[in-house]
């Protein structure tokens, strides 16, 4: 049965620092991984998708890495401004079903 | 073009009363996912469907939840009986191919309250 953990659960940081979210996985049969951000109260905001035969995908500030032998995956976030503060969310797609992790919860301080 | 559209958006009922959650998933999606999201409880897959039919259902929590899609389009969730453990962000999501490997959608879900 397929596991995903995010470490750290929460995570509170000074304005301008780089910073990684770790994910971990259990099962490495996956075809893909995304990362979502939901801020409060909100729906689920797509960030980066990561396909299985990938190993990193890049969006502006945002670096996301797969090791699928492994089962991680890294968020990068250089440069963190207020407004990155959310929860954000990692999921792994195996057959046609997303599981999620249970987030980590972001405050970036002015 | 348009994303996946879910309502209501907010929805409060009182215990015992039965409530209908509507997904629009993406024009042309095959395949339309529900899941729920309660706290302490993170994110959890409730049911998937291909075209009209759900070839899985075992995330549906007991069998006060249904749900049905039409015409390989909109889909309902139905709770029957609520509780106030089905208290939650319902969410739904499309994709386009078949065997559901590729990217999910989500919609902006729908906060169930019952008090």
């Known amino acids: 049965k397929q596991e995903v953990t995010q470490i750290p659960a929460a995570l509170s940081v000074p304005e301008g620092e780089n910073l990684v979210l770790n994910c971990s996985f259990t099962?490495?049969?996956?075809?893909?991984l995304q990362w979502f951000r939901q801020d409060p109260g909100k729906g689920l905001t797509s960030l980066l998708l990561?396909?299985?035969?990938?190993r990193e995908q890049t969006s502006g500030r945002l670096n996301a890495s797969l090791d699928k032998s492994s089962g991680r995956s890294t968020l990068y976030i250089a440069a963190s401004q207020p407004g990155d503060s959310a929860t954000y969310l990692c999921?792994?797609?195996?057959?046609?079903?997303?599981?999620f992790g249970t987030g980590t919860r972001l405050k970036v301080l002015a | 073009g348009a994303g996946v559209s879910q309502s209501p958006s907010n929805k409060v009922t009182e215990k015992g009363k039965d409530v209908e959650l509507r997904c629009d998933p993406i024009?042309?999606?095959?395949?339309l996912y529900w899941y729920r999201q309660s706290l302490g409880q993170g994110l959890e897959f409730l049911i998937y469907?291909?075209?009209?039919?759900?070839?899985?259902k075992s995330g549906l929590p007991s069998d006060r939840f249904s749900a049905e899609r039409t015409g390989g389009s909109v889909s309902t969730l139905t709770i029957q009986r609520t509780q106030q453990e089905d208290s939650a962000v319902y969410l739904c999501?499309?994709?386009?191919?078949?065997?559901?490997?590729?990217?999910?959608?989500f919609g902006p879900g729908t906060r169930l309250t019952v008090t």
């Open positions: 999921a792994v797609l195996g057959t046609y079903k997303y599981i």
């Open positions: 999501a499309s994709s386009s191919l078949t065997g559901g490997q590729d990217e999910q959608y």
């Open positions: 099962d490495s049969a996956i075809y893909n």
């Open positions: 990561i396909q299985s035969s990938q």
């Open positions: 469907f291909q075209g009209n039919s759900a070839p899985d």
């Open positions: 024009s042309g999606h095959t395949a």
